[in-house]
């Protein structure tokens, strides 16, 4: 159950774990199978548990800018994003971004996977990844099938925790997209360019979200060496260090109602904090880049520079079209739920158990690479790339960066269906139907970082992910939004744009809309490394701090090269990995 101050406080624990977000709660789940050991998670967050906000999957969206669910991060102003600050909301309480992300659930690529090795991080590779994409989840297989539900039962797991299931109400625009892909040239799932309907963390007997939350903590919440408390947001790792020798974290300080308090630690220091917070607890630890330290006022335990650096982000616009009068009545949106009335009445339909628009999901989508995107993809490559190539022979990107990353075929780009108009902008006329379409770029060559600008832990850390620092990534985005405007000439979304619209027609018009426009999609990874320390890395290849004795990173971003998927999966797929590894489960 949910522990009290006084159960903590000056309280020792074999392990620690600093976040009880995705990641983090699986691993407590998993290291507490064993009885014989203790563990403890820090939350900084609230429960927010049985939480209707939350379960309800047609209320996603609604937590973003609300302090009790979500941090609120924000960027600096981005100077190649035509200066503006960019909103990085993220998971607070609980359950992290599980419990207020939209729903995505699928493996990245095997190639992606298969890249860590080749990074140079012995062991990590898809073979070694697969088990644990599989471990994690508990897939249902829909009683009826799509044509847009291109699965095979055997690559999915079927007795994990996690409940992962199909979406049960469609919008009826899916097959109609798919077919416009496949005019366009891209084909039905096939290595590197996939197209299919993703499956969800969604029950789908209590049709309520599925979290790390509720299908790791919860039936686990009994155990009487596992201690959860919220409320407790962590200052620091206090740490001890004889000179020449790595540093051993000795308690996590953390603050609670207004109070420091310190937890004593007899075995090790996990830092699932995400991100943006990871790097952040590592700096406030002493554990970074000596000039950043001292510039925030920290005393420097551990040199080690990587901290906070190599950030990489997936990133997102929104092109909106209304759909013809004529073939509205076949597909449904969630335009109506603008009307008070409407959303009322698909709210008492869904709670009644009866299908109601709160079902349907964002599900569609299709990851290609730009070559698939674009006739003019091998010019964009040649000019643009020079500039990145330059960055590779000066050491600037780590060892086979190169060799993994510039390929014609990696499935660098995506395109998501979108069934409304309100996520971009606002509908012309509320009345009529609307579709979005949603191209991401998910493997820039742009790099970013995290770092502290203070050592008080309540102070947002100093984001800067350096949006389109690299031309290429805003050139090759604007194929991406062109290949959206030829997708958005097929039946039935042949109609008119609503969002951007006829001003935004030349190249230098699209970039700059581009910049405008540009979003995060809630996918960031790097800031933690998985990479050789004289590579910038930050863990090795079992996920320990380099410079230290006990303290591991055990969350997305220890990723050292952008994955071409949603994150969830991963990160829970990380959580298990970590898991055993801890538990000498895994030989590398």
């Known amino acids: 159950m949910l522990a009290t101050i006084d159960q903590v406080s000056d309280r020792s624990f074999d392990y620690i774990i600093v976040g009880g977000g995705t990641a983090g709660l699986v691993v407590a789940a998993r290291l507490s199978e064993d009885p014989s050991v203790s563990v403890l998670v820090l939350e900084a967050g609230s429960p927010n548990l049985n939480d209707p906000a939350i379960l309800i999957p047609g209320l996603y969206g609604s937590q973003f800018g609300k302090s009790q669910y979500d941090w609120g991060f924000s960027t600096v102003p981005q100077v190649n994003a035509n200066g503006k600050p960019v909103y990085w909301g993220r998971g607070k309480g609980l359950g992290g971004s599980s419990s207020i992300n939209f729903f995505q659930f699928h493996p990245p690529s095997a190639a992606d996977i298969d890249a860590f090795e080749k990074l140079g991080n012995k062991g990590w590779n898809w073979k070694m990844l697969k088990k644990y994409y599989t471990k994690q989840e508990r897939f249902s297989p829909p009683e009826v099938r799509d044509d847009t539900m291109c699965f095979d039962v055997r690559e999915h797991g079927l007795e994990g925790p996690l409940e992962v299931a199909y979406p049960q109400l469609l919008s009826g625009l899916e097959k109609p997209f798919v077919e416009a892909i496949q005019t366009l040239g891209i084909s039905l799932p096939s290595e590197p360019a996939r197209t299919w309907l993703i499956p969800l963390t969604i029950g789908p007997t209590t049709r309520t979200r599925t979290y790390a939350a509720n299908m790791y903590y919860e039936p686990n919440a009994s155990r009487s060496n596992l201690t959860v408390l919220t409320s407790a947001h962590v200052a620091r790792i206090s740490l001890s260090k004889v000179a020449g020798r790595e540093a051993t974290a000795e308690s996590v300080s953390f603050l609670h109602d207004g109070k420091e308090y310190r937890a004593i630690v007899k075995k090790e220091v996990i830092v699932s904090a995400g991100s943006i917070m990871s790097p952040q607890v590592l700096e406030l630890s002493g554990i970074g880049d000596p000039a950043i330290l001292r510039e925030a006022g920290v005393q420097v335990a551990v040199d080690l520079q990587g901290v906070g650096n190599n950030i990489q982000e997936h990133c997102n616009v929104g092109l909106s079209y209304q759909l013809k009068e004529e073939v509205e009545s076949s597909y449904l949106t969630y335009d109506c739920l603008t009307d008070p009335d409407t959303l009322r009445k698909q709210t008492e339909l869904y709670h009644a ?9 964002i599900a569609l989508m299709t990851f290609v690479p730009l070559s698939a995107m674009s006739p003019d993809a091998e010019a964009v490559q040649e000019k643009y790339l020079a500039s990145v190539r330059a960055r590779i022979e000066a050491d600037e990107y780590p060892p086979g960066f190169g060799e993994t990353n510039i390929k014609a075929r990696v499935p660098s780009h995506e395109m ?173």
Request: include cysteine; proline fraction near 7%.
């Open 353 to 361: 158990g009866e299908q109601s628009i709160l079902d349907m999901r």
């Open 416 to 588: 998501v269906l979108v069934p409304s108009v309100g996520f971009f902008t606002t509908a012309p006329d509320p009345k009529r139907k609307y579709v979005s379409f949603m191209p991401m770029m998910n493997q820039p060559f742009s790099r970013g970082s995290i770092h502290i600008k203070t050592r008080n832990p309540l102070d947002h850390p100093v984001i800067d992910p350096r949006y389109f620092e690299q031309e290429y990534d805003v050139r090759a985005f604007a194929e991406s939004f062109k290949f959206t405007r030829r997708l958005a000439q097929q039946e039935p979304f042949k109609k008119g744009e609503v969002f951007p619209g006829p001003s935004v027609q030349t190249d230098e018009e699209i970039i700059n809309f581009l910049k405008d426009n540009v979003r995060t999609t809630f996918h960031t990874v790097g800031s933690c490394s998985m990479l050789p320390r004289e590579d910038g890395g930050v863990v090795d290849n079992k996920l320990k701090v380099y410079g230290t004795t006990n303290i591991r990173v055990i969350d997305l971003s220890i990723i050292p090269l952008h994955i071409g998927a949603h994150t969830q999966a991963t990160a829970y797929a990380i959580g298990e990995l970590g898991a055993d590894i801890i538990k000498g489960r895994v030989d590398f």
